[in-house]
């Protein structure tokens, strides 16, 4: 196991740069988690680490050493790709064998390492199968046992549950959790999935356009949003936004209500609200309007508002929701209402 550090990494490709100077610390045995939208830059900072992906600038340490200049095979890491990249023609045993290529281990030694992965990862029973033969869930434990096999400084997963169906993504996560308590290794994982990295992750690292937004814990990034992007990235249904005058008397939406908040300022800005947090007939109205639309979830259910300020989402009970086309007067404790500026976009409270 080992610390991983990145200092002002760089990236361009034909001079125009797709990664600004990304900096991190990821601490022995953490598991921290990539997370953004297409494009953002998430795969290519793994790449890099890597060395997959040439740094234009800035350094790639592990376990306290600089690796920039260091082939893939000797920065002692392990990647796990989407497509699982397990060989059809070999069997499960075979697969995670060739993760052992270049050892220097005797046969006993490297048998004895290939029997405790497969015992770890439930796989002993199915190690004389070849892939065809199993389902897409075991396909990608082979694929981590081949990375596990060499018991690597830091293993690096890039969207590995992307081609499986819903049920097997939650059993994945499930499996690579359990794995990384019982192993200890240090992980870096990258999804677009933000149910992913909030049951996955020791912290997570939010990007947008080659820029990191916010790191922090699940519950971190989740509750105290660094600004208007994290604060809709992160939950599902996406956080409300409401547009607010700031006033001495608070926060005034529209429709002529007031808010009173502590906040030191004047202007225009956005009052967010997430949809689990605004509900029915509260003791304080932010917003009334009629509902549109129903998203039953069994024990609650979503309703779509249509209000002043657009649609919002809010949470009912999933046994007497409002009816569709009826009116609701909708509010949320002070407590849980975010801030942002409305030019920039960064948290004001």
Same mark, same amino acid.
């Given at each position: 196991m080992a610390t991983l550090a990145l200092r @002002?990494?760089?990236?361009?490709? @034909?001079?125009?740069?797709?990664?600004?100077s990304i900096s991190l610390d990821v601490e022995d045995g953490e598991f921290v988690v990539f997370v953004g939208p297409s494009g953002c830059g998430k795969s290519t900072t793994l790449r890099?680490?890597?060395g997959l992906e040439e740094v234009t600038s800035g350094t790639v340490s592990i376990g306290?050493?600089?690796v920039n200049n260091l082939e893939p095979k000797d920065r002692d890491i392990a990647m796990v790709f989407q497509n699982y990249a397990i060989y059809p023609h070999l069997s499960v045993r075979r697969n995670i064998a060739f993760g052992l290529r270049t050892s220097k281990m005797s046969k006993a030694d490297k048998e004895k390492r290939i029997e405790e992965v497969a015992g770890i990862l439930g796989m002993t029973e199915y190690l004389d199968r070849r892939p065809n033969q199993l389902s897409g869930g075991q396909r990608q434990r082979v694929a981590i046992g081949r990375a596990m096999v060499r018991d690597p400084a830091v293993f690096l997963f890039d969207e590995p549950l992307s081609n499986l169906d819903a049920q097997l993504?939650?059993?994945?996560?499930?499996?690579i959790k359990k794995l990384h308590k019982q192993v200890g290794n240090t992980i870096v994982f990258v999804t677009h999935d933000q149910v992913e990295a909030m049951t996955m992750a020791d912290r997570i690292v939010i990007m947008k356009d080659g820029h990191i937004q916010q790191i922090g814990t699940p519950a971190e990034v989740y509750h105290h949003p660094a600004n208007s +992007?994290?604060?809709? +990235?992160i939950g599902a249904p996406a956080m409300n936004m409401l547009p607010v005058e700031l006033g001495p008397q608070g926060a005034t939406l529209p429709g002529g209500g007031v808010i009173r908040l502590p906040v030191d300022r004047t202007g225009p800005a956005m009052l967010g609200v997430r949809p689990d947090d605004l509900t029915p007939d509260p003791e304080i109205v932010l917003i009334e309007g009629e509902v549109t639309v129903q998203?039953?979830?069994?024990s609650e259910t979503l309703i779509y508002v249509t209000t002043p300020a657009g649609e919002v989402v809010a949470r009912a009970d999933g046994r007497t929701p409002p009816a569709l086309g009826s009116q609701v007067r909708l509010g949320a404790s002070p407590d849980t209402l975010h801030l942002f500026d409305a030019e920039t976009g960064q948290a004001l409270r």
């Amino acid at each position: 196991m080992a610390t991983l550090a990145l200092r @002002d990494l760089v990236k361009t490709f @034909d001079k125009t740069e797709v990664l600004h100077s990304i900096s991190l610390d990821v601490e022995d045995g953490e598991f921290v988690v990539f997370v953004g939208p297409s494009g953002c830059g998430k795969s290519t900072t793994l790449r890099m680490i890597a060395g997959l992906e040439e740094v234009t600038s800035g350094t790639v340490s592990i376990g306290g050493k600089v690796v920039n200049n260091l082939e893939p095979k000797d920065r002692d890491i392990a990647m796990v790709f989407q497509n699982y990249a397990i060989y059809p023609h070999l069997s499960v045993r075979r697969n995670i064998a060739f993760g052992l290529r270049t050892s220097k281990m005797s046969k006993a030694d490297k048998e004895k390492r290939i029997e405790e992965v497969a015992g770890i990862l439930g796989m002993t029973e199915y190690l004389d199968r070849r892939p065809n033969q199993l389902s897409g869930g075991q396909r990608q434990r082979v694929a981590i046992g081949r990375a596990m096999v060499r018991d690597p400084a830091v293993f690096l997963f890039d969207e590995p549950l992307s081609n499986l169906d819903a049920q097997l993504r939650t059993q994945m996560r499930l499996e690579i959790k359990k794995l990384h308590k019982q192993v200890g290794n240090t992980i870096v994982f990258v999804t677009h999935d933000q149910v992913e990295a909030m049951t996955m992750a020791d912290r997570i690292v939010i990007m947008k356009d080659g820029h990191i937004q916010q790191i922090g814990t699940p519950a971190e990034v989740y509750h105290h949003p660094a600004n208007s +992007f994290v604060a809709q +990235f992160i939950g599902a249904p996406a956080m409300n936004m409401l547009p607010v005058e700031l006033g001495p008397q608070g926060a005034t939406l529209p429709g002529g209500g007031v808010i009173r908040l502590p906040v030191d300022r004047t202007g225009p800005a956005m009052l967010g609200v997430r949809p689990d947090d605004l509900t029915p007939d509260p003791e304080i109205v932010l917003i009334e309007g009629e509902v549109t639309v129903q998203e039953p979830l069994g024990s609650e259910t979503l309703i779509y508002v249509t209000t002043p300020a657009g649609e919002v989402v809010a949470r009912a009970d999933g046994r007497t929701p409002p009816a569709l086309g009826s009116q609701v007067r909708l509010g949320a404790s002070p407590d849980t209402l975010h801030l942002f500026d409305a030019e920039t976009g960064q948290a004001l409270r």
